[in-house]
């Protein structure tokens, strides 16, 4: 089955318009010799399902090219930076936050924000790792090199 093309769709459309307008002001006897062209209701909601896939695309687009751009959510500031953060419950945290030349430790949880202390600036270390981890690594060299003898 042919699908109908969109610029006839349109043509379509418009010559009901011009009709609906020309309908209003011409008497009725005039309207019973020119009947109203018949509109597919499948090609009108071909239309808007097509321009909603649009719509939701530039959306998405958008989006991607923000992240990828490293578009952060409102303004970054020199004066604050979030420094560390823990999580000690289900939805509460320790933030470490630097404030020009001091770290403001705050506990952060639903409806409410409290600092709890103040310490002088220092170096953020990197996280060590975990025991687990390293005992893995430790574990898989064993392996590795009891496969390596036989």
């Given at each position: 089955?042919?699908?109908?093309?969109?610029?006839?769709?349109?043509?379509?459309?418009?010559?009901?318009?011009?009709?609906?307008?020309?309908?209003?002001?011409?008497?009725?006897?005039?309207?019973?010799?020119?009947?109203?062209?018949?509109?597919?209701?499948?090609?009108?909601?071909?239309?808007?399902?097509?321009?909603?896939?649009?719509?939701?695309?530039?959306?998405?687009?958008?989006?991607?090219?923000?992240?990828?751009?490293?578009?952060?959510?409102?303004?970054?500031?020199?004066?604050?930076?979030?420094?560390?953060?823990?999580?000690?419950?289900?939805?509460?945290?320790?933030?470490?936050?630097?404030?020009?030349?001091?770290?403001?430790?705050?506990?952060?949880?639903?409806?409410?924000?409290?600092?709890?202390?103040?310490?002088?600036?220092?170096?953020?270390?990197?996280?060590?790792?975990?025991v687990l981890n390293s005992s893995f690594a430790a574990n898989l060299k064993q392996l590795i090199e009891a496969r390596r003898e036989k």
């Open positions: 089955m042919k699908r109908p093309s969109t610029a006839g769709l349109n043509a379509g459309l418009l010559s009901w318009f011009i009709w609906a307008g020309l309908s209003m002001s011409l008497p009725t006897q005039v309207l019973a010799a020119d009947p109203a062209p018949a509109i597919s209701g499948a090609g009108s909601l071909f239309q808007v399902f097509i321009g909603l896939v649009a719509v939701l695309l530039l959306i998405g687009a958008t989006a991607w090219v923000a992240k990828r751009l490293g578009v952060t959510r409102g303004g970054s500031s020199s004066v604050l930076q979030v420094v560390s953060s823990a999580s000690v419950g289900a939805r509460e945290r320790v933030v470490v936050v630097e404030i020009g030349d001091a770290w403001l430790v705050v506990g952060v949880a639903p409806g409410s924000v409290n600092a709890l202390m103040t310490l002088p600036k220092g170096e953020a270390r990197p996280a060590a790792p975990s």
